[in-house]
């Protein structure tokens, strides 16, 4: 499990009175209150983040970048303040290296596309592990097939660990690139991913880190870490959905080309030739979702106001405490069982399909995902159709925690 950063005790957080921010967890789902227990899928979002996108539209709507008026301003000035809210939330060297993408799945292709057209070769190879979701594989594969570059992948231990000696022998000059991430979405996993930098780094091959599952749970310091890349969505952080961030250093960001053409990525153009805006604004064709960025800044507003010490012992009490309380059920295997997790319990029930498992749940008004979780490689890893997946945020309590357990109980009851 994660520890909270060393010597410093978190401060007292009410987290009975936090959850009481959450609107959505007072509804019901099937005619019961509903324990909602897919934040690994999409947070829900607090009144003070859902208020600051009401307050953007109602107040301060204009185009940014590009009008000389008042409230044009006043809308360019909130949005690029969120930016600056993102570079202190991950300790950024600076706002230029925050790129507001849609998410994610879109930070990983930009980075597929545009560093892979310029620096990958026929035969270079991309290193990635087994227990990447499906957007940290399908856009190497797709540059790999047009470059003719090889996609290699790290094996894993039945515990859901990365093999450091393997990633030790496939890490070589042919490697190109090493997308990782921080933490696996189907497992919880938590990947030593300083040390893979730090390994990639000693023969000059960047990384890039998938941090869509790391940053609701852990302080992010891109400079500890020293990555090259580092991209997160903000709907998995209290944040809406369509706006994530891709971190890049400036170096990789100036070398690579741009992604998309179009208004606000360049500087001058003629029908002759373009050339292209400074960073960040290279990166950020056309309008962006203004509403977006101003409810990520108000997210991370609201993460830091909590504290990521209180937030890592809140959810690793749920996670020892789910984790004790569901192995006692008899019939139950619990799919990961890495040393380093956080947050999320992935299991199966012998005798029953993870689908009857979550349909079950569902009618208890507890809300589960099952299925391969876009891992559908790792599922074969383990030679599984899938899991259930519990997985909790720090508006979880352990009345949550045993809805499930009685819920999974009732399912082994009925279903075995
Ligand atoms: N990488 C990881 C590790 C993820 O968990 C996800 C989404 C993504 C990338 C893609 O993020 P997006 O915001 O661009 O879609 N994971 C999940 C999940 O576990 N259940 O639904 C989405």
Redesign the pocket.
Known sequence: MVTATKNKKSKKVDFAKIREDFPLLKREMNGKPIVFL?S???SQKPSYVIDAMNSYYENLHANVHRGVYQLSQEATDAFEKSRRLVQEFINAPSDKECIFV?????G?NLVANCYGRKFLEAGDEVLISTM??H??IVPWQMICEEKGAHLKVIPINEDGEIIMSEFDKLLTNKTKIVAI?H????LGTINPVKEIIDKAHAINVPVLI?G??AIPHLKIDVQALDADFYTF?G??MCGPTGI?ILYGKEKWLNAMPPYHGGGEMIETVTFEKTTYNTLPHKFEAGTPDIAGVIGLGAAVEYMQEIGHDAIIEHENDLLAYGTSQLKQIEGIRIVGEAKEKASVISFLLEGAHPFDVGTILDKLGIAV?TGH??TQPLMARFGIPGTV?ASFAFYNNKADIDKLVEGVKRAARMLS
């Open positions: 897919d690994a899928a999409s849609r998410g994610t799945t879109e990983i990447e979701h957007s940290n991430n933490i696996s979405n189907a998938d869509a599952q969505s709907h998995k994530g995902r979780h876009c997946r």
